[in-house]
């Protein structure tokens, strides 16, 4: 499986665990590789929010020198396998939300 699509699937499920539903790219990519050891810089994790909002699956606001991310409807729709993002693995690839 492609680390990208894992990753942005880890950003939605992370996302999702949020009480606001938004994290900065900052601490998500020290989340990426304090758990999933995904080691790239913070200009990766901003591009696949990018990507995400690209989708539908996130919005996206810049906050200082990094970008916020916050969950969209779309993807909590992914993460709960009513529609399928490309690029983004399934949530049944890894045992859901």
């Known amino acids: 499986m492609d680390m990208e699509e894992e990753a942005r699937l880890a950003i939605l499920k992370e996302l999702f665990k949020e009480d606001n539903k938004a994290m900065s790219s900052a601490r998500m990519q020290r989340y990426l590789l304090t758990r999933l050891m995904i080691d790239k810089p913070r200009e990766w994790v901003e591009r696949q929010f990018t990507y995400l909002r690209d989708m539908g699956a996130v919005t996206i606001v810049q906050a200082d020198t990094v970008m916020v991310a916050r969950l969209g409807e779309r993807g909590d729709f992914h993460l709960q ?17």
Do not use: H, N
Not at 82 to 96: F, N, Y
């Open 81 to 97: 396998g009513l529609v399928s993002i490309p690029g983004v693995m399934s949530p049944s690839a890894r045992g859901g939300a």
